[in-house]
């Protein structure tokens, strides 16, 4: 709270009301904070923490069944709470403007991105067309983005993703507003696009003067971005300071607990495995074919010649951007998709081309844990009889494998009494525990972890990174781990496999590759991994583990 | 898109081919004989098999498949038994009446079910749109001769504005043709009017509720410009293929309708066709039907592209 | 979700997604329970009608036709005893009691409902599970029912029920066959969504042979759409009866079934609409009790198509 | 409420100011009982297609108001002394409606025709030595033995007529449909208009030469007061009679009985008796099969019915119907009582005691009922409660009836396909006397479906076909009467008559065996 200059945003102790049933009876509470021009407030914290709601109540876009009960918002001095609607319009993209986690679903899609940003202009200003058209696409200048003249007539579907959030980020600074609000501006872009857009809005804050608050889960963007952080959790300000002194000397247990959480960017140097080979891959690809008689024939190398050995006892991760192939080679390689050319080799034999009567037999050596916790067990089933259903059907009792269920409960850090629930009964992080319970029942030798934590916060990550070690030197499991994310994989992959566009550009033990990564590509990807400096907690993982 | 298009009338061989099997067959295994039928009253047995071997019916079920399938490939949908006329020149004669009804149906039903829905949805969860909602269901509930006769009873007989039957060709007069054509549309619209608010409805809340709307509110846009410039074409699609899919039912209720109001039109001549075991018109008229319900559905699907720029073929 | 609990928060009891709590939350919606309790009193109407002051539904009576509502007559029984039976609905051209057909009718007309729904629903459900699951039988299954889709279903339903000697069963086929193809999309599309899901692909995973990964994992994520479409078909069926009546080609007249009495009193319409006046009465109002449950239902159970 | 209204004015008035002077008043507009779809009268004996006949082709004789034959397009006739050669002269001045003159070859082909086709027809032919013509105008008919069928076969009233045709149309095989319609008769049917299921069109024959004598039934001058006839296929009655009372039709011929009442109270509207004899309903057992081919069987059926109740089921108001026991039709010459005695009067006691003599077993008889035609509908419900009332167990099968025609000429047992009893009405024109009449064909496989067979039947009904005398053809049908109530080809349930409705200023409908159209006017 700069006294130099008035605060361009100040909220006073904010309260806002859940509606009755919920967890708790305020989303927010005696939320104060303040923006200062030219500054970025980075509002962190993890899901449920409150950090949405603030910034659409500054918004004034707050879903009807949220009501500010206490507190005050004002933007340049001006109470937002008790602003008329028409006044609250007249603000919304003139004085202040918002950008979205999703930039795909945020553009409509059925109208021109040029008239959408002049849209903002029709809304406040006065300009005749050609001068709409002209500021139009000076700001699509302005934002990098190649060939204006195109970009304006080209609709959302056209564009990258990368491409939408520029969009929508002209569309929001066009009228200069005094406030930008960015809801997790990055979060579902891939990580080099992730990096241009942060220091996009880097620069145009810097370049006029806005403020900017920053809402993201993400400790590596804030440490990439913020100047000050506020560090959300239920609902309440735990922290909040500047950036430097929050992250690098928290007060906060909750704090504390957050940074130690994230993974670092510098992998610990493993020793190099040495069991039995579990796993081999040879010329592995996949190929899909579309088109037909009057359709130009279009062939997709979704992967190519992909060629992987795990060993049992050791992980490999597959590292990528979207795109790159590497959920097709782990589904290749569960036979969830049979593979188009290659082999897969699990022990002696090649399950490649086996046909689902013969494969059955060999499921048990190889199993998935699956990215969405929400949707990877069924919903109407118990947790037990999900967990069951696979040793059940290799011909155990159903008694026997209870059993077994229960000491696998215990094993993932659950109470086996919990067996007779339903998933929905289970947070996310519990219900990827249940579902790693599931795989383990198969006794497998192989276990592929497709995005298995990516959907999850990040304190709860580190306890399933942990617990996924844990299981490993347990069963000494070879591990496939698939993951976009770099500290992740720095965490806790032996070797690591780089992939883009369905091929393998590099793989090595995983230090070897943060250290001296001889692709291009790789090169790009650990430079744009945002706060690169930032983290720590590699030691603390295994304690960690049995919370 | 021409390939598109051409791609989507080769598919509908297949489909087309279908329908004429499973027509053929059924008729065929119909117990009614139409040569008993044409024979009349008083035909002996002997008079009867001679109808039957000049129709062909004496042949094997293959031959007259392949009889007629051979007729169609050549543009022949061949003669009525009962008619004594090229079933092209029947159905020709047929269609005036049968499209006013369908297009003035579908135009009442448009005009009056599209802002309803958008009303109701933007209103969602007030008394307005309670109404709106229990009247269309109201309209799904009674069947289709029931709303004749009471719109007949209350415009034609009380009231007398309109008269209570009859078709008046276009060529009759413009007045004269729409004036007769107002109650029977009416009446057939009800059920669309009800089908076509519900689908606005819904496709309207669901718009409403995507991220778009809210960036539009945070750029400071009115409630009005979100309903019809932001949500209203995004809604377009679900809307467009309710109304096509009304379109491709219509013929249901355009049979009911044209003997309620006694329009000479292609629902009664199907009626009457079936009632007659009148097989090739019978045949000729369902496989129309189907190819001008594939065709309907290649026009809502093309159509698609003009609201959404996503949709390109 | 933020701080990991080992143990659960407060151990509730396991609802049943289709269970108890379910019925109960679907009664509290007032538009569930309405259409519901009318349905019931229907089927109550329909199954008690012998002892609701009815006659022989099917005893013609030629000297007092199309009597007004009202009309008492004298019966004189076998034993030569009379009574004076009061017709509450009129009687109609046949001198039958309107009353008591009427309430017969409700057997018939909600016979053709459930039945129509039952069977569609059931032959729907088997082919769109094949046609989802067996990639081979896909196309066959899935062109043939774009050939039975492409035909309009009235004029399907016309040659069905000529395919058969007209009665019951016949109509029942004819509002049924049409259906079909929309059932089958409609669990085809399911079964191909979820197949996709990552608890299916756990369950192939796990070495699940097929049918019963199907009746596990797959058929119950069809049950709540197909209830909603049940009732919808159910509400469609009873309509299309009356229309085949209408068209002189529905169930056999001496049977009573709403649309039967109905399209028997359209031609009456202006001199006794008594005729069509109360069998109408009852058909609209049960449609629109099912459509209304069927609203409900699909709020309740299938919030994505709300409103459709 | 206000703005609908406007638009409706405004509808009102758009009409007003396009339509072309509306049509010419001298535009009847009829709805028929039935659209034309066929136009053969000749080839089909649908009633539809006479009532058509009537409209565009002429007669050689009629029959007048009294039932009298008289000469229609013949000028006048000799008979040769022994009975056995008729010679036929033509008025003057007929015409075909190309414009060509009728000849006598014209005339001795569509005989030809209608002798091949009609049931009457091919028993006069059976008499029929040969016809030749003498000259344009005349033909001679030589006889192998007296009959008075010959003249009676030409005024045949109803199906089949025996119309005239050009030669060329005449020479078409009797069993294929005509396509080629050019008449004598007083209308044109305008082709182009034609349209099945809407509409049939006909103008007045500008060149037609009407007898001179006033017209009176089928006979006598038809003078055409119309210009233009239609005849519009309204198949939902209701809409039919609400049309005439709004005044968008002219004329109904055979309005729903219970739609008479409405009628009746509109003073706009009229009700006219044209058709004194009516029409008889009939229910016809298939004699091939179990049970009815025991005539003991057939006869509970004369015992268990009744035909009050049939009538009042289906017509209602006594004013249009008649119990009448005479098989020759109440108040024509051959209406007798004979042999009626305790017959039709539902003695369910005496039905059961037949049946347990015949030793019937239960075995449901299969009655086709059809329910589309509205004259029909209600018998087939009257017939099952009577007949189980008298012993009988009854599968009613309803269907169109279409299916009805098209499955009663199927001779499979009644479990297969094919049928027990069956319900239909004929015109009393067409039944007047035992040769006539078809059901009463006892000629086992040559007569209609239901195939009675019974030679003494058969032989009283040649012995009718020659006698010439009247007093000894009463005879002769008081015998086929006495015959029919061993053999029963057929049960008749009752005389009924269906008015005409008409506005009232449609006047000069004749009394006659069909409806026809000619000095039929419409007044201011």
């Not at chain 1, 190398?301 to 490999?316: L, M, S, Y």
């Not at chain 3, 029912?145 to 040659?159: K, R, S, V, Y």
């Not at chain 4, 034609?194 to 024959?205: A, C, E, L, M, S």
Request: hydrophobic share 45%; proline share 6%.
């Amino acid at each position: 709270m700069s006294d130099a200059t008035a605060p361009v945003l100040e909220v006073e102790n904010l309260a806002i009301a859940l509606p009755g049933g919920g967890d708790r009876l305020r989303a927010v509470d005696g939320v104060s904070f303040a923006v200062a021009p030219g500054e970025i407030v980075c509002v962190v914290g993890e899901s449920g923490s409150g950090k949405s709601v603030t910034a659409f109540s500054v918004m004034g876009l707050l879903a009807k069944v949220l009501k500010p009960v206490a507190g005050s918002i004002r933007l340049l001095g001006e109470d937002i709470l008790t602003a008329s609607p028409q006044r609250l319009r007249a603000l919304r993209g003139d004085r202040m403007a918002m950008i979205f986690q999703e930039p795909m679903t945020a553009l409509n899609p059925v109208l021109t991105v040029g008239d959408q940003i002049e849209e903002v202009l029709r809304i406040h200003t006065d300009l005749g067309p050609k001068e709409r058209r002209a500021k139009v696409l000076a700001m699509l200048e302005a934002m990098h983005l190649p060939d204006p003249e195109r970009m304006h007539a080209s609709y959302p579907h056209q564009l990258s993703g990368g491409q939408r959030q520029r969009v929508m980020i002209a569309a929001a600074l066009i009228l200069d507003p005094a406030l930008l609000i960015a809801d997790e501006p990055t979060t579902a872009l891939d990580v080099t696009t992730q990096a241009q857009i942060l220091k996009l809005i880097r620069e145009m804050q810097e370049r006029r003067g806005t403020g900017v608050l920053f809402i993201t889960h993400d400790f590596g963007v804030v440490a990439e971005i913020a100047d000050r952080v506020v560090v959300m959790q239920r609902g309440r300000i735990v922290e909040q300071g500047p950036a430097a002194q929050v992250l690098g000397n928290p007060e906060h247990p909750y704090t504390k607990m957050l940074i130690a959480a994230v993974p670092t960017m510098t992998p610990a140097r493993r020793p190099p495995v040495t069991g039995a080979l579990a796993l081999e891959t040879a010329g592995l690809a996949k190929t899909y074919r579309s088109g037909g008689l009057f359709k130009k024939a279009r062939e997709v190398h979704a992967a190519a010649d992909v060629a992987i050995r795990i060993h049992r006892g050791e992980t490999v991760g597959i590292v990528g951007e979207s795109g790159s192939g590497k959920s097709t080679v782990a589904r290749c390689i569960a036979r969830l998709i049979a593979p188009s050319a290659g082999q897969i080799m699990v022990g002696d034999r090649d399950i490649a081309r086996l046909p689902e009567r013969r494969l059955r037999p060999l499921r048990r050596t190889i199993q998935v844990v699956f990215q969405d916790p929400f949707r990877s067990l069924n919903p109407r089933r118990t947790v037990g009889n999900s967990i069951i259903e696979g040793p059940v059907n290799f011909g155990a009792t159903p008694e026997a494998a209870t059993a077994r269920a229960r000491e696998l409960m215990g094993l993932v850090g659950l109470d086996p009494s919990a067996l007779a629930r339903y998933p929905h009964q289970f947070s996310g992080g519990q219900r990827q525990r249940i579902a790693l319970a599931r795989a383990l029942a198969m006794e497998p030798e192989i276990l592929i972890a497709d995005e298995a934590v990516s959907a999850l916060d990040v304190s709860v990550q580190r306890q399933v990174l942990a617990l996924l070690d844990d299981v490993q030197r347990r069963f000494d499991l070879a591990i496939l781990f698939i993951t976009h994310d770099l500290r992740v994989a720095a965490q806790i992959c032996d070797r690591l496999i780089v992939m883009q566009r369905g091929r393998i550009v590099e793989q090595g033990p995983t230090a070897e590759v943060f250290a001296r990564p001889d692709a291009a590509y790789t090169r790009a990807l650990i430079e744009a991994a945002p706060g690169r400096e930032f983290g720590r907690g590699a030691g603390q993982v295994q304690e960690a583990a049995s919370a | 898109m021409l390939g598109y298009v051409l791609r989507r009338l080769l598919a509908a061989i297949p489909v087309l081919a279908i329908v004429a099997v499973l027509v053929f067959l059924m008729l065929r295994l119909t117990p009614g004989d139409p040569a008993a039928v044409i024979a009349g009253d008083n035909a002996s047995s002997e008079q009867i098999a001679q109808v039957r071997s000049k129709l062909g019916l004496d042949q094997p079920l293959p031959a007259q498949f392949a009889i007629w399938i051979g007729n169609l490939a050549t543009g022949n949908l061949g003669e009525s038994f009962f008619f004594k006329k090229s079933i092209g020149e029947l159905i020709l004669g047929r269609i005036e009446p049968t499209l006013s009804l369908a297009a003035a149906t579908m135009l009442i039903a448009v005009c009056l079910a599209i802002p309803l829905g958008v009303v109701a949805a933007y209103r969602h969860g007030s008394w307005l749109d309670r109404i709106v909602m229990g009247v269309s269901v109201l309209g799904f509930s009674v069947p289709v001769f029931v709303i004749g006769y009471l719109l007949i009873y209350i415009f034609a007989i009380t009231l007398g504005w309109f008269p209570v039957q009859g078709y008046q060709p276009l060529s009759g007069g413009l007045g004269g043709y729409l004036h007769r054509l107002v109650l029977p549309s009416l009446t057939l619209s009800v059920v669309y009017i009800a089908l076509i608010a519900r689908m606005t409805r819904a496709s309207v809340l669901e718009v409403l509720n995507e991220d778009y709307i809210r960036t539009a509110r945070a750029k400071g846009q009115v409630e009005r410009k979100i309903l019809f410039r932001h949500a209203l074409k995004n809604a377009a699609v679900p809307i467009v293929t309710v109304v096509g899919i009304g379109i491709a039912l219509l013929i249901g209720g355009v049979v009911v309708t044209e003997s309620v109001f006694a329009i000479p039109g292609l629902g009664r001549l199907t009626v009457d066709a079936v009632l007659a075991r009148d097989y090739p018109t019978i045949q000729a008229l369902i496989l129309m039907f189907s190819g001008v319900y594939v065709l309907i559905n290649l026009l809502i699907d093309l159509t698609y592209s003009l609201f959404d720029p996503r949709i390109r073929h | 979700m933020s701080a990991e609990p080992t143990l659960l928060a407060p151990a509730v009891a396991a609802p049943l997604p289709l269970g108890r709590t379910l019925a109960a939350r679907l009664l509290r919606n007032p538009v569930v329970a309405l259409g519901a309790g009318f349905l019931l009193l229907m089927a109550l109407v329909g199954a008690l009608a012998p002892v609701l002051g009815t006659l022989d539904p099917t005893a013609i009576n030629p000297a007092t036709r199309n009597r007004p509502p009202g009309f008492e007559r004298t019966i004189r029984a076998e034993d030569g005893t009379t009574t004076t039976y009061r017709h509450r609905m009129g009687t109609d051209s046949l001198g039958r009691d309107v009353y008591s057909r009427v309430l017969y009718g409700a057997r018939i007309s909600l016979l053709i409902a459930v039945s129509v729904a039952a069977l569609s629903l059931a032959i729907g459900l088997l082919l769109g599970l094949v046609a989802g699951y067996i990639r081979p039988l896909d196309g066959p299954i899935m062109r043939l029912m774009d050939g039975l889709m492409a035909i309009p279903g009235i004029l399907l339903a016309i040659a069905v029920v000529s395919l058969f000697r007209a009665g019951l069963p016949a109509v029942i086929a004819a509002i049924v066959v049409p259906e079909i193809p929309r059932v089958v999309r409609l669990v085809r599309s399911i079964v191909l969504s979820v197949r996709e899901e990552p608890y299916v692909e756990a369950a192939i995973m796990a070495g699940t042979r097929l049918p019963l990964l199907m009746a596990r994992h797959i058929l119950p994520n069809t049950v709540a759409p197909l209830i909603v479409q049940g009732t919808f078909i159910a509400a469609s069926a009873i309509l299309v009866e009356a229309v085949l009546s209408f068209l002189g080609i529905g169930i056999p007249p001496e049977t009573p079934s709403w649309g039967n009495i109905m399209a028997e009193g359209r031609n009456l319409f202006r001199v006794y609409p008594h005729n069509i006046l109360y069998p109408g009465i009852f058909l609209g109002l049960t449609v629109l009790a099912v459509n209304m449950l069927g609203d409900g239902l699909r709020d309740t159970l299938d919030p994505k198509m709300t409103g459709r | 409420m206000a703005f609908r209204r406007s638009v409706l004015g405004l509808v009102a008035a758009t009409a007003a100011l396009l339509a072309p002077g509306i049509a010419p008043a001298q535009t009847l507009k009829a709805v028929m009982h039935s659209d034309v779809k066929i136009v053969d009268p000749i080839w089909t004996t649908a009633y539809i297609v006479r009532n058509h006949g009537y409209m565009i082709y002429d007669t050689l004789f009629a029959l007048d108001g009294q039932g009298e034959v008289k000469p229609q397009m013949v000028d006048t006739y000799t008979m040769s002394p022994d009975n056995l050669a008729y010679t036929f002269t033509l008025r003057d001045g007929l015409k075909w409606h190309d414009g060509k003159p009728v000849t006598a070859e014209d005339c001795v082909a569509s005989i030809k025709r209608w002798g091949a086709r009609d049931s009457l027809g091919q028993k006069l032919m059976t008499f029929v030595e040969g016809m030749s013509t003498d000259d344009a105008k005349r033909f001679t008919v030589k006889l192998k033995s007296p009959t008075g069928l010959l003249l009676f076969g030409l005024a045949k009233p109803s199906s089949n007529v025996p119309f005239m045709m050009p030669k060329r149309v005449a020479e078409t095989d009797p069993n294929q449909q005509i396509s080629d319609f050019t008449g004598s008769g007083p209308f044109v049917m305008k082709t182009d208009e034609w349209k099945p299921g809407d509409r049939i069109v006909y103008t007045k024959f500008k060149d037609y030469k009407p007898r001179p004598e006033p017209a009176s039934g089928l006979a006598g001058g038809k003078v055409v007061k119309v210009d233009r006839v239609e005849w519009l296929a309204i198949s939902d009655q209701q809409q039919a009679v609400n049309a005439l009372l709004a005044g968008e039709i002219d004329l109904i011929e055979q309005p729903a009985y219970d739609l008479i009442p409405l009628l009746k109270s509109d003073s706009s509207v009229k009700l006219v008796d044209y058709n004194p004899l009516g029409l008889q309903y009939a229910m016809r057992p298939n004699h091939l099969i179990k049970p009815f081919d025991n005539p003991k069987v057939r006869q509970a059926l004369t015992y268990a019915l009744n035909q009050t109740d049939f009538l009042q089921a289906v017509v209602g108001d006594p004013d249009y119907y008649k119990t009448c026991k005479a098989l020759f039709v109440c108040g024509s010459p051959l209406a007798t009582d004979k042999g009626m005695d305790g017959l039709l009067e539902s003695n369910f006691a005496k039905s059961k005691q037949l049946l347990k003599e015949a030793g019937y077993d239960g075995t449901p008889i299969v009655l086709l009922h059809s329910t589309d035609l509205q004259t029909l509908t209600n018998l087939g419900p009257v017939a099952k409660q009577l007949l189980e009332k008298g012993g009988f167990k009854v599968d009613m099968q309803s269907s169109d009836w279409q299916t009805v025609v098209s499955r009663r000429v199927r001779k499979d047992p009644a479990d297969k396909g094919g049928w027990n009893l069956m319900n239909t009405s004929w015109v009393s024109a067409d039944i007047l006397n035992p040769v006539m009449s078809s059901f009463m064909n006892m000629s086992c496989d040559k007569a209609p479906f239901g195939w009675p067979c019974d030679a003494e039947m058969e032989k009283l009904r040649d012995d009718f076909a020659r006698e010439v005398d009247p007093a000894k053809q009463k005879a002769l049908a008081e015998a086929v009467q006495m015959r029919w109530r061993e053999v029963v080809p057929y049960v008749h349930l009752g005389q009924f008559y269906i008015p005409i409705a008409a506005r009232k200023n449609v006047t000069g409908i004749l009394t006659a065996a069909a409806p026809v159209f000619w000095n039929v006017e419409k007044t201011k």
